[in-house]
């Protein structure tokens, strides 16, 4: 059986997805809505902080991470001038009016401070996150989710932790959102077989893939500009499992990663269907595992984008 899934999924490998922009997407709009092109991460940093919001329908949940996010980059700012920052808001083909609504904070903070890119067709949220990455300025870049689910000023938890990881070998570190502390508090309120699938996607990601991390999949993780470009660059899985892959990728190339605890809480409006999604996930990472170990793929250096 093993033998057989593995010829499967050597089979069905996907070639790593090309790093192509369709030709809106070399483009952002400034607040006068004029198309100004796109920086790339293989420029040299211009920033202190990216944050990077993948967003497919969020006009509801977005505009509240929004306004967290900014009002504390905006008053940091004012206690340490020094301290520059951009959001880039991500639009993954939304059928609703995400864009129009990210870019109202383009039109009231500047487009040197809020970016929208909006991608002519969804590619899932790692596809999204990986597009907001290649275009950002920053010396570090935060991916954060657009529901607001962790609180933003935790951000310095992660540059903290990411601090204390120096010296980082090639300039690479990874600090990882985590809300494994919160466990047993979630457990009292789901049900049984939503806290067996958990169990046991959890035991499929330290039996296949990532070993240390006991939550891969917060999505609140901060980057060394080097380490995203290091990780992304080699990113296969697009969606759902995509965080997996990429700290599978980090360890394989022995970025050192640190988890920290984040105040999380559970918002309305998730995309995941909890039983379809999680058996998805579990094919994923037995496929990611099996993919990597028969050569199907393999870890990438940096690739630039077209």
Known sequence: WVCLISVVAFITATKMPALHRHEEEKFFLNAKGQKETLPSIWDLPTKQLSVVVPSYNEEKRLPVMMDEALSYLEKRQKRDPAF????????DGSKDKTSKVAFKYCQKYGSDKVRVITLVKNRGKGG??????FSSRGEKILMADADGATKFPDVEKLEKGL????????????????RAHLEKESIAQR?????????????LV??????????????????????????????????W???????YIAQCFKIPIAEIAVNWTEIEGSKLVPFWSWLQMGKDLLFIRLRYM?????????????
């Not at 999204?128 to 990455?133: E, K, N, P, T, V």
């Not at 601090?163 to 985590?178: F, R």
């Open 84 to 91: 520059t920052y951009e959001v880039i808001v991500v639009d």
């Open 163 to 178: 601090n204390d990881l120096q010296p980082w070998p090639n300039q690479m570190a990874i600090a990882c959102g985590s």
């Open 206 to 239: 330290w039996f296949l893939c990532v070993k240390g991390i006991r939550d891969t999949q917060c999505g609140f993780k901060l980057f060394t500009r080097e380490a995203a470009s290091q990780t992304f660059s080699s990113l296969h899985v697009e969606r």
């Open 191 to 203: 049900s049984y077989f939503r806290t067996l699938l958990m169990y046991g996607f959890h035991f």
């Open 294 to 306: 028969t050569g199907a793929w393999r870890l990438e250096q940096t690739r630039k984008m077209n």
């Open 241 to 247: 499992a995509f965080d997996v892959e990429l700290l």
């Open 128 to 133: 999204a996150i990986r597009m907001g990455i």
